[in-house]
């Protein structure tokens, strides 16, 4: 069992940044990819990045490319996702996740077999 909390969203205009954190609870953290997604009222869970259990490959949405930036630090076991240049189409509650050993497909949220609690974001026009 792998315990994640999430931290570091809020309010932000426009432009602005914010660093969301995932802190994982088991010391085989670096075993697992891992994956940030948002879902926005009404919508469903979508994918937005993932990384890979070294850190050396990262993976992200069109949506997001450019914009933000996933990591991994084994050492701490924890995740972090930077997010730059915000837009109020950012809006949503962001969880992070742990890939079930052995997937492959980093996109599909079935693939997951750990979650956060989430985070919500919320960016002003």
């Known amino acids: 069992q792998v315990q994640l909390v999430e931290s570091g969203g809020g309010l932000v205009q426009a432009g602005g940044s914010l660093r969301l954190s995932c802190a994982a609870s088991?010391?085989?953290?670096?075993?697992?990819?891992m994956g940030w997604f948002r879902q926005a009222p009404g919508k469903e869970r979508e994918f937005v990045a993932a990384v890979s259990r070294s850190g050396g490959s990262t993976y992200y949405a069109d949506s997001v490319k450019g914009r933000f930036t996933i990591s991994r630090d084994n050492a701490k076991n924890t995740v972090y996702l930077q997010m730059n240049s915000l837009k109020p189409e950012d809006t949503a509650v962001y969880y992070c996740a742990a890939q079930r050993l052995y997937s492959s497909v980093y996109t599909d949220k079935s693939t997951y077999a750990y979650w956060g609690q989430g985070t919500q974001v919320t960016v002003s026009s």
């Open positions: 088991k010391r085989t953290f670096s075993s697992y990819t």
